[in-house]
């Protein structure tokens, strides 16, 4: 089993639907957890850090369930512009990324 | 400068040449890292320093070595390129080493024929 799994997608959306990924970790020790979004040969860029009791940023909720090890990520009322690449991130002591989940938002 | 700046943006290199990638950052950051990202792969470390002094080999070493002489400066060197190390290479910045968010300068695209 891979370190970090993401499903490559692409998931295409329209314009204000809700869109969510899952990313699976095969640790159960590990201890804080991301999102990152990527676009098109750019550098990743931090969206938000996944909390213990979940967290809200705007239109984007991230959560973390440690039984079944897996974090996940929702984007409400999609825009255009959240057409991007979204990275999990498991951080022991070290950044393990999973490969991406594309997305994308259809006018 | 602001972040993290690589240099050069993108590079074609004959196989065997020695190839030095750049890595600076003005956020007196500790601890440098740098990956290369592949399709389907994700990103993989290839090295990492904690701090000034110190370096460690992460995931992907082999054919890589590096240097962290002061803070703002982390360059990655290709002894002798060979093909399979054509990849874009991200090089990125946390305060600390552990549980921080890393900061990614802009990659730079290298080619190795």
């Known amino acids: 089993r891979k370190e970090v799994e993401q499903d490559p997608g692409p998931f295409n959306v329209p314009e204000g639907a809700t869109v969510a990924f899952n990313c699976t970790y095969s640790?159960?020790?590990?201890?804080?957890f991301f999102w990152y979004r990527q676009d098109c040969r750019k550098e990743p860029k931090l969206l938000m850090s996944v909390y213990s009791s979940g967290n809200e940023d705007g239109r984007f909720t991230a959560q973390l369930n440690r039984a079944s090890q897996y974090i996940s990520l929702l984007i409400r009322d999609s825009k255009l512009s959240d057409s991007a690449t979204y990275l999990c991130?498991?951080?022991?002591?070290?950044?393990?990324f999973g490969t991406g989940t594309r997305l994308k938002v259809l006018a | 400068i602001a972040g993290i700046t690589q240099a050069p943006t993108s590079q074609i290199l004959a196989a065997g040449r020695r190839m030095t990638l750049r890595c600076t950052q003005d956020?007196?950051?500790?601890?440098m890292y740098w990956y290369r990202q592949d399709l389907g792969l994700g990103l993989r470390l290839i090295h990492y320093?904690?701090?000034?002094?110190?370096?460690g080999k992460g995931e992907v070493p082999d054919g890589y070595s590096v240097s962290r002489a002061n803070t703002d400066d982390f360059p990655l060197t290709l002894a002798s390129a060979v093909p399979s190390q054509t990849s874009v290479y991200f090089c990125?910045?946390?305060?600390?080493?552990?549980?921080?968010?890393?900061?990614f300068g802009p990659g730079t695209r290298l080619t190795v024929l």
């Open positions: 640790n159960s020790a590990s201890q804080s």
């Open positions: 990125a910045s946390s305060p600390f080493a552990g549980n921080n968010e890393q900061f």
């Open positions: 956020m007196r950051h500790n601890a």
């Open positions: 320093s904690n701090t000034a002094g110190t370096t």
């Open positions: 991130v498991v951080n022991d002591y070290k950044y393990i």
